[in-house]
């Protein structure tokens, strides 16, 4: 059975995990849940490593950084180290971060991170169950969160 690992933060503002899980249990079985909370974005490469030691075969790594300029040099150094995990363990980390500054205000920022938690779940999701689905969709112009923009051209 494949494990599937989830983890989110106590920075964010909203449970975007809860959603996350949802979304993949809406998909069906086959598959663990593995979930972990940490308090910030710099915390999510380790708890990630751990799940992995764990055996999960894929992390969902999802954070809310916030609006200051240092919340987004965090949010870089905590991708970077997310790339690292997943390179040291040679499986995908699917980083979601949704940044406060993107919405306009609460309900916009709460919508926002439903959205993209659940998008980036069912993603998580076709990266090990249907990852056909996700070659049919290359240069589709996908976004995760927001309307999706479409191809600039399609080639089949």
């Known amino acids: 059975m494949k494990k599937i ?3 989110d933060t106590t920075f964010a503002r909203v449970d ?3 959603y996350a899980v949802r979304a993949l249990k809406s998909r069906g079985t086959g598959f663990k ?3 972990e909370t940490v308090p910030g974005i710099k915390d999510l490469p380790v708890a990630c490593r751990r799940l992995f030691l764990e055996g999960a075969d894929l992390c969902l790594a999802l954070g809310m950084p916030g ?3 240092y919340d987004k ?3 870089h150094e905590a991708s970077l180290a997310l790339l690292f995990a997943a390179v040291l363990e040679a499986k995908p980390v699917v980083e979601c971060f949704v940044f406060e500054g993107e919405a306009s205000g609460p309900k916009e ?3 926002l991170a439903r959205r993209r938690a659940e998008e980036h ?3 998580a999701y076709a990266l090990l169950f249907r990852p056909r689905d996700l070659a049919r969709n290359a240069g589709g112009g996908l976004r995760q969160g927001f309307p999706d923009v479409g191809a600039v051209r399609r080639t089949r």
Request: hydrophobic fraction near 55%; proline fraction near 0%.
């Open 5 to 7: 690992g989830v983890v």
């Open 16 to 18: 975007m995990a809860d």
């Open 121 to 123: 779940a069912l993603n």
């Open 109 to 111: 920022l709460h919508a």
């Open 73 to 75: 040099t965090c949010a």
């Open 67 to 69: 609006k200051a300029e």
């Open 33 to 35: 849940v593995l979930r």
